[in-house]
């Protein structure tokens, strides 16, 4: 089975090196059978991932509604997203010198056995907010050891010239996910309660289990070498500073977290204390968001892989934060979830392109250390990040908060349209 794999992956790669000029099909990668299964059983997967995400969210803000739920929620996400910084770095240690694919079964297992305690505690009304807290930041841990190998892992499994096609048509599956889990969270939260939609999301880590067992990755495994531990880690620090391109791409992820996504740990808030929507309203905005990022990994899927990434980044960034301005000065929910999928278009474009970047430019033995180097910046930043954003909704608003952070996002973009010479230089793509 791996020959035939292999055999069916180079005659592929053979014709993506002639199409790298033309528009292509987006959905070109599920050619590759590993591909298949890898997209499938993570998309059934993130459908009941987004299912949780908007159970917990709902909980946690019902749990504290009467107190100061903008800054309750901000706490949790920062629990969350909290194991990227402290432990993302390390992570990319192991990507590069375990098992990519054993190691990323082991973690779905893990998050598999904290969705079915999060389903049980709230089905026996022991849930509180600390003990969901620390739920989700153990969850956080794992997902932060296994996000790095998710990402390099993509490599192994298409080639080189399919890797546009392959990420955007990932994040596609992913956001279709985010479109999809809020609604059915919703439909299944305001039918059943959160326990059925924290049992769905732990039946669904069976499909991306049972997928990875059937895929035959081309990793290519590094193990030090004789470097020492700090040697191996700081080895992706050396390279990204060294390397103006790397660096670009992860200063603009940095950006996009820092000023752009505190909004989705707001957005409870936003729906029903300025929008004057319930749970329903939550859902449906999330939505928009996943339908707005579908869009977006779509258009950039079926672009020639010699498109511009710089100018797909500076889009990206100036586009999401002009949607979001616009999403802090709504107050008319339809208006509202246009503006909500706008911001998930242009993130999916800069996104698309940052990843695809950075996976084309990192040397094979570095790859998983420049990945968690990405997630440092883009996902590492994010907990206080929401924390911050958070506290301040509780002291200017929620909309001012998002409209500022919008703003900050938009003068970054600014400054790189501005001045172009610079990702010339560091892209040699435009």
Known sequence: ?????????????????????????????????????????????????WMQNVGV???VYDLAKNGNPSLTLGVINFLNLLPMTLFTLFAGVI??????????????????????????LTQTNEATIMTIGALVLLGGIVTAFAFPAWQAIMPDIVPRRSLLNAIALNAAQF????????LLGGLVFARWGAPQVFYINAISFLFVIWAMTLIHPRQERHRGGGEGALATLTAGLLYARQNAQVAWMLASAFALSLFGMPYVALMPVMAAEVLGRGATGYALLMAAGGLGAVGGALSVASMPERVSRGLLIRLGLMGMGASLLLFSLSRNFYLSLIFVAAAGFSFLTGMSASTTGL????PARLRGRVMALFVLCFGGVQPFSAL????LGQVVGVPLAIGGGAVALMAYAGYHFLRPGLMRAALNSD
């Open 1 to 49: 089975m791996g020959n035939d794999a292999d055999e069916e992956t180079f005659v592929l790669e053979a014709e993506a090196e002639t199409s790298a000029r033309r528009r292509v099909s987006p959905f070109a990668s599920l050619r590759f059978r590993d591909y298949r299964y890898f997209w499938s059983g993570a998309f059934v997967s993130n459908i009941g991932t």
């Open 57 to 59: 969210g709902w909980v």
């Open 95 to 120: 990507a590069d010198r375990l098992d990519r694919k054993r190691f990323i079964i082991a973690t779905q297992v893990l998050l598999m056995l904290q969705a079915f305690v999060l389903a049980r």
């Open 175 to 182: 956001n279709s996910a985010r479109l999809l889990g809020p």
């Open 359 to 362: 996976q084309a430019a990192a």
């Open 388 to 391: 911050g954003f958070g506290s």
